[in-house]
Nanobody, 115 residues
Framework: VHLVESGGGLVQAGGSLRLSCAAS????????VGWFRQTPGRKEREGLS?????????YYADSVKGRFTISTDDAKNTVYLQINRLKPEDTAVYYC????????WGQGTQVTVSS
């Protein structure tokens, strides 16, 4: 089972990115999926958003509410995170995983926001 994150990059503050989480060996239709991030010097990953596959309920951390949007594409077995109005403090490595977390963490995708 693999989750592969992509879509990160270097952007200016105020810009946007769409991150992708592609799954292989796991049907995302049957699993809640979340996005997380880890900033330099921080030991734990911060939970940002998740989506329930039971009823489509979404969750957003206060720090990203109104700027981040999680969505899914079942045909591609992929979960997305649209990030708008990026801030320098959004700089981090972004990861996806099941919610609750039970898979090994992937490589993540680096998001760097310049001021």
């Amino acid at each position: 089972v693999h989750l592969v994150e992509s879509g990160g990059g270097l952007v200016q503050a105020g810009g946007s990115l769409r991150l992708s989480c592609a799954a292989s060996g796991l049907n995302l239709r049957n699993n809640a999926v979340g996005w997380f991030r880890q900033t330099p010097g921080r030991k734990e990953r911060e939970g940002l958003s998740s989506i329930s596959r039971t009823d489509g309920t979404t969750y957003y951390a206060d720090s990203v509410k109104g700027r981040f949007t999680i969505s899914t594409d079942d045909a591609k077995n992929t979960v997305y995170l649209q990030i708008n109005r990026l801030k320098p403090e959004d700089t981090a490595v972004y990861y996806c995983n099941t919610d609750p977390v039970y898979l090994n963490w992937g490589q993540g995708t680096q998001v760097t926001v310049s001021s």
